[in-house]
């Protein structure tokens, strides 16, 4: 950050999409059994190529006072993430668990811009409409929560960097939505919640994104 600076200034949002390299064998393990090692490699790629996509365009239509931002892991080697971002938009994820990789990634768009918006790479169910609700949301209060069907959340926005959003959280696990509300009341920030949204875990999840992705290909 410039901070001796006076020209520079935060930017109005920034998004901020968390994307790891397919690997077969280590990709979405919950959809192997019903589409192999490498199907289920595939399928994450799918999942973060249209979330990337959605991601980009919408900050892209809205103007260059919103930044895209793809972190990725465990480098930005693969060319995947060539594809979905320019290298002036991509970021190496910092190190540690999944709360440690929040409180950086949310700590550096903080110093970037005056709101965050913080989404997995299979919020597929996500929409620009979902966006721009979720950015008007942030001029009325600190954070805004996206929860998913499973108990997690698929997209968390704040204008307000508190590092205890991602300690203690039970990643991984259903209690996790829950969880971040518990450390939004004991902060005292009002929120605003939008409707729970799907993502994709389970085979059923993949077949309903197949599904959509052939309707959204056929109305373009």
């Not at 249209?50 to 260059?64: D, K």
């Not at 996206?146 to 203690?168: H, K, M, N, Q, S």
Request: net charge neutral; with cysteine; hydrophobic share 45%.
């Amino acid at each position: 950050m410039l901070n001796g600076d006076r020209s520079f200034r935060k930017a109005a949002l920034s998004l901020n999409l968390l994307g790891r390299a397919p690997s077969p064998g280590f990709s979405k393990t919950r959809l192997i059994p019903a589409l192999g090692a490498e199907g289920a490699a595939r399928a994450h790629a799918a999942l973060l190529t249209h979330v990337a996509r959605l991601a980009r365009q919408w900050c892209a239509m809205r103007g260059p006072e919103h930044r895209f931002r793809l972190w990725a892991t465990p480098d930005f080697r693969a060319p995947l993430f060539a594809r979905l971002a320019e290298a002036s938009q991509l970021r190496v994820q910092p190190e540690g668990d999944l709360g440690a990789r929040l409180r950086g990634i949310a700590q550096a768009a903080m110093a970037e811009a005056e709101a965050v918006l913080l989404l997995g790479g299979d919020a597929v169910s996500l929409d620009s409409a979902t966006l721009n609700r979720a950015e008007e949301a942030l001029s009325r209060h600190p954070a805004v929560l996206i929860p998913a069907l499973d108990g997690g959340y698929v997209l968390l926005g704040l204008t307000r960097y508190a590092p205890e959003l991602f300690r203690e959280i039970p990643w991984g696990g259903d209690g996790v939505a829950e969880a971040t509300r518990g450390v939004l009341r004991a902060l005292e920030w009002s929120w605003e919640e939008l409707p729970g949204h799907w993502d994709v875990d389970r085979p059923e999840d993949w077949e309903r994104f197949r599904t959509l992705e052939k309707d959204w290909s056929d109305n373009c």
